[in-house]
C-alpha cells in the first residue's frame, strides 16, 4: 500500500489486501489533483520531496527517479514522500527549490538532471542544513549534496554503435549508406561534449565516413515540433534517430511509423511504445540508484560531499538486449556484434571514461 494519511498511520492503519483494492479504486477519484498535493512527508519520521525539474510524464529519468524513491520509503516505514513537479520554465526552478528549503520540513530533497546540482549548491548556501540528493549530475565537496553521475558516454556510444549496425544492415527500412539522427530536447553540456560526440562516435565505429544529423527540439514537450525535425532528418536520408526529448520522443515514433524509419530510446526499455519501430534501448538504472542511496540518506549512511559515477561495469549503464520485441525485430548478427562490445566495455577491455568537469 502506497499512500496512507499520516493519522491511518497513527492508528497503525494496515489495510487488508480488499480494502487495498478498494482504496486503489477510490483513490484516484477523492484526489484527482496534482502529485504534490497528497502530503504524507512533513509529518513522517523521515520526510522526502522529490523535485522533478519538468513533468514526470514522458520522461524516462523522471519516472525512474519517482519510483525509486517511492521504493525506499515504502522499504522503510515512517518515511514520507512528496513529489513536485516544477514544470518546464527552467528560470523558475531555484526559486521552487529554495521555497522547498525554506519550509524545513524536508530531511532530504532528491532531484535529477545535470543542471540541478547547481541550483542544490546555490540553495544551500542559504539553508546549510539541507540535504540533498542529486541523480543525473555531478557536484563533490559540497557538505550538502551527494551526486549520482551516468556514465553517458558508454551510453551514448553504445547506441551510436547500435544505430550504425542497424543502419548498414538488410533490416527492412535500412537505407544505403550510414546516416543516423540525435534529437535532443535541448543544449546542455552533457549533450554537446558527452553524448553527442560518444553517439558519433559509436556510428564511426561501424563506418568511418557515417554522418550524424543532430537537431534540437528546444524543449522536453512538443511532440508535433519532434515530429517535423525527425520527418526531416528522414527525408535527409536518415533511417534511424536517437531521440532524447521527453515528451518529444513521441512525435519521432510518429515519424518513423509513417515514413517507415527505427527509433531507438535512451534511458529505459522503450520497445513497447512502438514495437518494431523502436528497435534499441540503452537503459540506465536511476531508479535503482535512486532508490539505494534513498535508503542509504534514510539510515544515515549517504556519505554527503561526494559525488559517485556508475557505468557499464557496475551494472548501472546497459542495453537492454533481453526484451522479447528486441529479439523478434532485430537479426541475430547485429545482435551478436553489439552484444560483444557491450562485453568490452563490461570486461574494461574498452575505456571511455566520463568526464566529472564540463
Ligand atoms: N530529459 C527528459 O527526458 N525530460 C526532461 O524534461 C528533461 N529536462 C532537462 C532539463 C535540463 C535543464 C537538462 C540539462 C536536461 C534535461 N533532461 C530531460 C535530460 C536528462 O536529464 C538526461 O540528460 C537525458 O535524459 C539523457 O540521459
Given at each position: 500500500m502506497k499512500y496512507?494519511?499520516?493519522?491511518?498511520?497513527?492508528?497503525?492503519f494496515?489495510?487488508?489486501?480488499?480494502l487495498?483494492?478498494?482504496?486503489?479504486?477510490?483513490?484516484?477519484?477523492?484526489?484527482?489533483?496534482?502529485?504534490g498535493t497528497?502530503d504524507t512527508?512533513?509529518?513522517?519520521e523521515?520526510?522526502?520531496?522529490v523535485?522533478v525539474?519538468?513533468?514526470v510524464?514522458?520522461?524516462?529519468?523522471?519516472?525512474?527517479?519517482?519510483?525509486?524513491?517511492?521504493?525506499?520509503?515504502?522499504?522503510?516505514p515512517?518515511?514520507?514522500?512528496?513529489?513536485?513537479?516544477?514544470?518546464?520554465?527552467?528560470a523558475?526552478?531555484?526559486?521552487?527549490?529554495?521555497?522547498?528549503?525554506?519550509?524545513?520540513?524536508?530531511?532530504?530533497?532528491?532531484?535529477?538532471?545535470p543542471s540541478m546540482?547547481?541550483?542544490?549548491?546555490?540553495?544551500?548556501?542559504?539553508f546549510?542544513?539541507?540535504?540533498?540528493?542529486?541523480?543525473?549530475?555531478?557536484?563533490?565537496?559540497n557538505?550538502?549534496l551527494?551526486t549520482?553521475?551516468?556514465n553517458?558516454r558508454?551510453?551514448a556510444?553504445?547506441?551510436?554503435?547500435?544505430?550504425?549496425?542497424?543502419s548498414?544492415?538488410s533490416?527492412?527500412?535500412?537505407?544505403?549508406?550510414?546516416?543516423?539522427?540525435?534529437?535532443?530536447?535541448?543544449e546542455?553540456?552533457?549533450?554537446?561534449r558527452?553524448?553527442?560526440?560518444?553517439?558519433?562516435?559509436?556510428?564511426q565505429?561501424?563506418?568511418?565516413?557515417?554522418?550524424?544529423?543532430?537537431r534540437?527540439?528546444?524543449n522536453?514537450?512538443d511532440?508535433a515540433?519532434?515530429?517535423?525535425l525527425?520527418?526531416?532528418?528522414?527525408?535527409?536520408?536518415?533511417?534511424?534517430?536517437?531521440?532524447?526529448?521527453?515528451?518529444?520522443?513521441?512525435?519521432?515514433?510518429?515519424?518513423?511509423?509513417?515514413?517507415g524509419?527505427?527509433?531507438?530510446?535512451?534511458?529505459?526499455?522503450?520497445?513497447d511504445?512502438?514495437?518494431g519501430?523502436?528497435?534499441?534501448?540503452?537503459e540506465?538504472?536511476?531508479?535503482?540508484?535512486?532508490y539505494?542511496?534513498?535508503?542509504?540518506?534514510?539510515d544515515?549512511e549517504?556519505?554527503?560531499?561526494?559525488?559517485?559515477?556508475?557505468?557499464?561495469?557496475d551494472?548501472?549503464?546497459?542495453?537492454?538486449t533481453g526484451?522479447?520485441?528486441?529479439?523478434?525485430?532485430?537479426p541475430?548478427?547485429?545482435?551478436?556484434?553489439?552484444?560483444?562490445?557491450?562485453?568490452?566495455?563490461?570486461?574494461?577491455?574498452l575505456?571511455l571514461?566520463m568526464?566529472?568537469?564540463?
Amino acid at each position: 500500500m502506497k499512500y496512507r494519511t499520516n493519522a491511518q498511520r497513527d492508528r497503525g492503519f494496515k489495510p487488508s489486501g480488499l480494502l487495498c483494492a478498494v482504496l486503489l479504486l477510490i483513490l484516484p477519484a477523492a484526489q484527482p489533483a496534482a502529485l504534490g498535493t497528497r502530503d504524507t512527508a512533513t509529518e513522517a519520521e523521515f520526510s522526502v520531496a522529490v523535485f522533478v525539474p519538468g513533468v514526470v510524464e514522458g520522461s524516462p529519468t523522471y519516472e525512474m527517479l519517482v519510483a525509486g524513491v517511492r521504493r525506499a520509503a515504502e522499504e522503510r516505514p515512517g518515511t514520507g514522500v512528496r513529489v513536485i513537479e516544477g514544470g518546464f520554465n527552467q528560470a523558475e526552478w531555484p526559486q521552487s527549490m529554495t521555497s522547498l528549503a525554506a519550509t524545513q520540513d524536508y530531511d532530504l530533497i532528491v532531484t535529477s538532471n545535470p543542471s540541478m546540482p547547481e541550483i542544490a549548491e546555490e540553495v544551500s548556501q542559504s539553508f546549510p542544513d539541507q540535504r540533498f540528493l542529486v541523480l543525473d549530475g555531478y557536484l563533490a565537496g559540497n557538505p550538502s549534496l551527494y551526486t549520482v553521475l551516468f556514465n553517458q558516454r558508454e551510453q551514448a556510444f553504445l547506441s551510436g554503435y547500435f544505430a550504425g549496425l542497424v543502419s548498414t544492415s538488410s533490416m527492412e527500412h535500412a537505407k544505403p549508406g550510414l546516416r543516423a539522427g540525435l534529437l535532443a530536447g535541448q543544449e546542455y553540456p552533457i549533450m554537446n561534449r558527452v553524448i553527442r560526440p560518444a553517439f558519433e562516435l559509436g556510428l564511426q565505429s561501424v563506418d568511418p565516413a557515417a554522418v550524424l544529423d543532430f537537431r534540437v527540439l528546444g524543449n522536453w514537450y512538443d511532440a508535433a515540433a519532434a515530429t517535423e525535425l525527425a520527418n526531416s532528418m528522414l527525408d535527409n536520408g536518415a533511417d534511424v534517430i536517437l531521440t532524447i526529448s521527453g515528451g518529444g520522443n513521441q512525435g519521432v515514433i510518429s515519424a518513423a511509423r509513417t515514413k517507415g524509419a527505427y527509433v531507438l530510446w535512451y534511458d529505459s526499455p522503450g520497445y513497447d511504445e512502438a514495437p518494431g519501430i523502436v528497435i534499441g534501448s540503452t537503459e540506465v538504472k536511476l531508479d535503482e540508484a535512486a532508490y539505494l542511496r534513498t535508503l542509504d540518506a534514510i539510515d544515515g549512511e549517504l556519505a554527503f560531499g561526494t559525488g559517485e559515477v556508475l557505468g557499464v561495469g557496475d551494472g548501472f549503464v546497459g542495453f537492454d538486449t533481453g526484451h522479447r520485441l528486441f529479439e523478434r525485430h532485430v537479426p541475430q548478427q547485429v545482435r551478436s556484434e553489439l552484444e560483444a562490445m557491450i562485453t568490452r566495455l563490461r570486461d574494461g577491455d574498452l575505456r571511455l571514461e566520463m568526464p566529472t568537469q564540463f
